[in-house]
T-cell receptor
């Protein structure tokens, strides 16, 4: 069975800190890895990664994939209170159109 | 305009009742999904429909029955509700089967079974 594990489960940081969220996976047929941000309601798409070693960047957020070691990290620099959310990692194994989600990392950014 | 809309947002009901959640997307997508998110925030797929046809049916009790009258709608009917059904149910859509990278989620339906 496909498996996605995220760490840490939760994290509290001060505004301005840099955080790194981890996602490791075991899937039968990897196609892509995705990061979502979930605030109060619906998860919203952040990044999709398919190739090893190529960083995806959007403002203060960046992510990179290591297909050899089967993990990805999501970095957030100069955190703001608006970054407080649950960050979800999901893997597309190309199996009948479904994503396998991790349990998420709950990030809280305090003043 | 809301891309994926589901109703109701909140549903509080007694054990044993039957309830439905409706979902509609106006993105012109071919594929729609139901996900269940438990209290620990774990999102797990339940069903996927591509162009009104059932593609994925994960290990879900047969008390849950999805219905897709057309490719823009995917409703979820739940019979004989149980306490363990309490969760947030998310509808989602993607462009086509196999293109789930851009999953668009609805805002969720919080179901509480008492």
């Amino acid at each position: 069975e496909d498996k996605v594990v995220q760490s840490p489960l939760s994290l509290v940081v001060h505004e301005g800190d840099t955080v790194t969220l981890n996602c490791s996976y075991e899937v039968t047929n990897f196609r892509s890895l995705l990061w979502y941000k979930q605030e109060k309601k619906a998860p919203t798409f952040l990044f999709m990664l398919t190739s090893s070693g190529i960083e995806k960047k959007s403002g203060r957020l960046s992510s990179i994939l290591d297909k050899k070691e089967l993990f990805s990290i999501l970095n957030i620099t100069a955190t703001q209170t608006g970054d407080s959310a649950v960050y979800l990692c999901a893997v597309d194994s190309g199996t009948a159109s479904k994503l396998t989600f991790g349990t998420g990392t709950r990030l809280q950014v305090t003043l | 305009d809301t891309a994926v809309s589901q109703t109701p947002k909140y549903l509080v009901t007694q054990m044993g009742n039957d309830k439905s959640i409706k979902c509609e997307q106006n993105l012109g997508h071919d594929t729609m999904y139901w996900y269940k998110q438990d209290s620990k925030k774990f999102l797990k797929i339940m069903f996927s429909y591509n162009n009104k046809e059932l593609i994925i049916n994960e290990t879900v009790p047969n008390r849950f029955s999805p219905k897709s009258p057309d490719k823009a709608h995917l409703n979820l009917h739940i019979n004989s509700l149980e306490l363990g059904d309490s969760a947030v149910y998310f509808c989602a859509s993607s462009q086509a089967w196999g293109f789930e990278e851009k999953l668009f989620f609805g805002s969720g339906t919080q179901l509480s079974v008492l």
